[in-house]
Every structure is written in C-alpha cells, then in structure tokens.
C-alpha cells in the first residue's frame, strides 16, 4: 500500500520516516547480516541497525503519545497541541538511536541521525524543514558521522552518507525531490564500494552498513513521494563459464533490486552487486560456484565470505594480504557504553581509547555519549570511561576464539540444541542467577525495558530448535508476544509463558526439564508461573492515585500481584505486611529476591517472620543486583 506522503519535514514525517524505515531494516536484517565482512565478519550488522533503529523508533513514539495525552491525562501535551515539535520529535529519533545504538554501524547511524537532528531542531520555533533544510541536514549528518570515526576508511558506510550528501546539495525543490536525490547518490555509492576496499572485493559484497543506510534513505523517499523506489525486474547475469568458480555480475540499471532498490544477490549468493565498473558496464564480483561445491551455505556468513572469496584470491589468502583490514590477531573484545561526560573529557578519552584498539567510534553530545571500540583489554576500555566520566550500560562481547577476526580461519557450524529458555531479567544478580539455570538472559534495566530486537537477538544466541521465553513483566507481554512471532518466522518454535515477575520466572525455571516433550515442559513451566503470587516493595516516584490510597513521593509502597495494596515509610515493615497478606491465603515457598538498595537487614527479619509465623514455609534469598524495585517476593 503506498504511503501517505509528506510535504515538509516536520514531527509527523520524522515519526513517518522512523517507522518505515525499521520496517525496511527488518526486510532486509537477513541480507545485511550475511554480507558483513568489514570490519569484523561477525554477521550481525543488519541486527545491529535494526535494533538501533527500533530503539529511535521507540523513543519518537513515547513523544508523540506523550503530547496526544498531556499532563493529568488531558488530551494535547504542551499547549494543547495535540502532537510535538519537529524539533522535539527530531531530538527524540537522535536520544533514541543514541541510548540504544549497537555494534559499529548503528554507533553511527546514530550519529547520522543525530546531525540531521541538529539541523532540523535548530529553530524549535519553526513548524516543518523545507527541501534546503534538508540539504543541510543531509550535510552535517555526514560530516558529524566522519569526525566521530577516529580512523575513516573509504568504501565504508561514510562514504555512502558523504556520497548522499554530495548529491542531495546539488538538487533544487523541496523535500521529496532532496530525499531521493540523497538516495540515488547514496545507491551509486555503495556500488562502488567493493573498488574501494580490497576486502569487500575478494568477498563479493558491498558494504554492509552502506546497505543498510541506503534501506533507510529508500524509507525517507517512501515518506516524502507516498512510494518507495521501485524494483527493476530481472536478475543480474552473470558472465563467465561453469567450471571457473569465478561469474562476473553486470551492474547496470537493469538489474536486480530489492523493494528499497538495492541490487540484491544473484541466486544463492551472499553478494550483492557492486565493483570498479570496466568499459560496459561490466563489473568483477566473485560468486561461488552455483553448483554448491564451493559454497557452504550452512556455515554462517563469515565462511561463506571467506567461500566467496576462493573464487578471486584462493582460500586463505585473505589474511595474507597486505591492504586486508581483516587481519590475524585483530583485538578479542567489542566494548560498548553510554557516557555522561564533558567534551574536554571525551577529547582525552578518544586519545586513550584509539591507544588501545581499533574500530574507534565515540557519538553523542550535551554530556551524553555512546563509545564504541575494539581492543584487546576491555577492562582498560571501562577505565577509560571511568575517568573520563561515569559509564553505564556497558556491554563487553567476546569475538570468540573460533571467529574470523581473531583467527582468520572458517568458523565451524554450530549444532543448534534442541532447547532453551530466554528470559527478561531486571537486575545482574538474577542475571547470574537464570545463567547459572541455564537460560538466555536479557538485562532489564531501571527505566529502559528491552525492545522485540533485543528478544529476538537472545532468541538466536540460544541456538536452539525449541525456546520458551519469559517475560517477566507484564508490560512486555506485547513486545515478547512480537518477538516470538518474529523468531517463529525464522524457523523457531517458540512458546511464550506470560510471567509477570522474575519470580514467577525462576519458578518456571525451577521445573525445566529439557528432556521431556516440548509441549509438556512448556505445560509444567506455565502451571509452576501461574501458581506462584508475586509482590514488589518500592520507593515512590511522585504523588499519585493508588488503590490502597494518595501516596507522596519518597513513601514506601508494597505492590501485589501488580497492584499497589501497602503504603508506609518503613521498607522492612512494609515488606512484613505484603508478606503477611500474601502467605494468608497460603504457601509452601518463599523467594526474597533482594535490590542493591534493599536495607542490610531486611532479609533476616523477613527470614524469621515466616520461621516463627508459618509452619512448614521455606524460604530462599537471591541478591538481584541493580534491579529497580527494593524486595521482589514470590509465595508458591
């Protein structure tokens, strides 16, 4: 169905633009991952931008729902408006994209995003951005995206934006003409990514986040023309005799595109089209012999580069070469973090960083900044943040001793096993806990519930044929409900048990037994959630409405089953109460999961309560880390 297209630039085509393009990330996730051989073969650069994306995605939508109900639950936000301002809208996409970027393409995405942003929040007065508007927005994206890389390399996902740019300064008219001048000189671009970078060549491939950017601008044309760029029918032929392992692709504008006009594989391949052109339009792509023989398919995107690769320069060749930026020995780790630090500091902490690795990307501003490296000591990387300011968020990947990077050799397939559990954890403590237990986590941290991608991302690091996934909040039953559809279109058979605590989840776990049918563990893990009440004790943000009366902010509050039934000041006699509520109607066990916050004491006086008040009650005690609420309790 052809989108409704947009004049301007303003709030309702940045959310427009947001939604569209997730949804043409998430076509086209699969492709992006499988041609990803810069700098790291790790295969993940279209979930890295997907969930960056999402992330933008979110936080434009809490804008715009927070205007369409205001304050008091009036109807229209600041002034009755009704919906935000381009440059509130705008400033969303940037912080969204910025909190939630991932691996080094989505770093800069975001930092694309947040110099168009800069642009179109310049005068928060303005109601929409015309075409010039856009142009200059187009232009400090890319510059922005250029500085914060402490090495730029041609033929990467910056020469695509520089190449945008370029084209869409030198167009006239207004935003839908800009937007697809953008995309056209973004297409050309990637093309010729693969003459610029040896490595793209050998494999086959354009660059991946250059793919991925270009999906995005193909979403931008789609929201300002109501159409996104059509598909050209045909495929690319290739050139060559059978026998050779060698076909050449014809890049020329009759070729095969995907929905956003992207030339897409020839069949079976990794690749998509784009190389330094010879006279004709004729192009040298390496594929893999059609046949099957030189082209493992099941063994993940970095082996199938490396089969790919065969075809120009032999097998093995590629660590050998001098210009390969993937090289034997490259760094172990991939650190990721938020910032809140001054610039002056984030000035010392590049130098630093750029000192201990490689793959340097620092993005952000205003004192808030997402730091993105690859090095060899990831302890180093933190301390570096540390006294540069006060990291957070911080996520540390190990490459793993059988990845291309850090051996330069084919990755052997993985067997899947046959079950697993994923589930949603809000603290490091029960993190450890539900690993120990066996199961995929996913980290729910204070105030930053996870996205579908993120569930959908553990899903596939499990590995396995069959997934139970819990929740273990009621407000992510939706977001759990999508990402289990999603996994279930990629093969997976999923089932979601709608726990509403970790308590219900260990619970859950507590009963998993692999070996059984999949239907009867999911059967026993459903009636061990449901028989298990749940309880909270927290602080109170501000004044509000509850059932158990007006609280103030700062007072104790004891929540069962989801609703607020204890107010108090104290949190131990608090927790008492709720717990004397909930073993009133019975219980055999008693989980105490305590917060890092939680008094020292609380645990051993609740411990006595039910020892010298309920005969026959266990009880056991997590230390859940980090994890928002002050106590968790569950009563089986």
């Known amino acids: 169905m052809a989108q409704v297209p947009q004049t301007f630039f303003d709030a309702l085509a940045v959310r427009t ?43 434009v939508e809490a804008v715009f729902e927070g205007h369409e109900v205001g304050p008091g639950g009036h109807p229209g936000g600041s002034g009755g408006a009704g ?6 809208a705008a400033r969303a996409m940037a912080h969204g994209a910025l909190i939630g970027a991932r691996g080094n393409s989505g770093t800069i995405l975001a930092q694309l995003l947040r110099g168009m942003a800069q642009v179109l929040a310049a005068d928060s007065d303005t109601a929409h951005t015309d075409g010039t ?71 086959g491939v354009v660059d991946a986040g250059g793919r991925g950017l270009v999906a995005v601008l193909g979403a931008l044309v789609e929201t300002f023309t109501g159409e996104a760029p059509g598909a050209v029918p045909g495929r690319l032929p290739r050139v060559g005799h059978e026998g ?84 034997q020995g490259g760094p172990a780790f991939e650190v990721i973090y938020l910032l809140e630090a001054e610039d002056d500091a984030v000035d010392r902490l590049r130098m630093r960083l750029d000192g201990l690795g490689d793959s340097l990307v620092v993005v952000g501003g205003d004192g808030l900044w997402n730091v993105h490296v690859h090095v060899d000591d990831a302890g180093a990387a933190v301390e570096a943040g540390v006294e540069a300011g006060r990291p957070y968020r911080i996520r540390i990947t190990h490459f793993g001793l059988g990845d291309v990077h850090t051996r330069g050799g084919e990755r052997p397939p993985r067997e899947r096993v046959q079950r697993a559990v994923v589930a949603v954890v809000p603290g490091e403590g029960l993190a450890g806990l539900y690993t120990e237990a066996g199961a995929t986590t996913v980290l729910a941290r204070p105030g930053e519930p996870p996205a579908s991608g993120e569930m959908v991302e553990a899903v596939r690091r499990a590995h396995a044929r069959e997934v139970v996934l819990l929740p273990n909040d ?14 279930r279109a990629e093969g997976i058979r999923v089932a979601l048990i709608p726990t509403r605590s970790a308590v219900q989840g260990i619970a ?62 104290d949190v131990t006699a608090a927790a008492e ?60």
């Open 17 to 59: 633009w947001c939604g569209l393009a997730l949804t043409a990330l998430g076509r086209a996730r699969e492709e992006i991952d499988a041609i990803n051989v810069y700098p790291v073969a790790d295969g993940d650069t279209g979930t890295n931008l997907y969930l960056t994306m999402e992330s933008a995605v979110a936080a």
């Open 83 to 88: 919906k935000p301002s381009p440059a509130d």
């Open 133 to 203: 508007g856009l142009r200059l927005a187009f232009r400090h994206a890319a510059d922005s995206a250029r500085r914060a890389v402490a090495h730029p390399v041609e033929g990467t996902v910056l020469s695509v934006a520089s190449a945008a740019a370029d084209a869409a300064g030198t167009t006239d008219g207004g935003c839908g003409a800009v937007a697809r001048a953008a995309y056209e000189g973004a297409r050309e671009a990637l093309a010729a990514t693969p003459g610029q970078l040896a490595v793209l060549e050998r494999a």
């Open 244 to 327: 050779s392992g060698t076909f050449h692709a014809r890049v020329d504008t009759g070729g095969a595109e995907t929905a956003d006009g992207v030339a897409a594989p020839v069949d079976g391949g990794a690749g998509a089209a784009g190389a330094d052109a010879a006279p004709g339009g004729v192009a040298s792509v390496a594929y893999g012999d059609p046949r099957g023989g030189s082209l493992p398919l099941d063994s993940g995107p970095a082996a199938r580069a490396d089969a790919h690769a065969a075809g120009a320069v032999g097998p093995g060749d590629v660590d050998e070469c001098a210009d390969s930026p993937v090289e």
């Open 474 to 487: 009621a407000d992510l039953r939706h977001t759990a409900a999508a990402a289990a559809e999603q996994a």
């Open 508 to 569: 859950a776990l507590a009963v998993h037994e692999p070996e059984r049918r999949f239907d009867e563990d999911v059967v026993s893990m459903t009636s061990a959630a449901g028989a298990t009440r749940y309880a909270e004790v927290a602080l109170a943000e501000r004044q509000s409405w509850t059932m158990a009366g007006i609280c103030q902010a700062g007072d104790v509050l004891g929540l069962i089953d989801g609703d607020v039934s204890v107010i108090g000041s």
């Open 577 to 636: 109460t709720v717990l004397d509520r909930m073993l009133s109607a019975g219980g055999e066990l008693v989980t105490l999961v305590l917060g890092d916050e939680a008094p020292e004491s609380i645990a051993d006086h609740l411990e006595a309560r039910v020892r010298e008040g309920y005969l026959g009650v266990d009880t056991v005690v997590y230390r859940g880390g980090r994890q928002g609420a002050l106590l968790l309790i569950g009563v089986e």
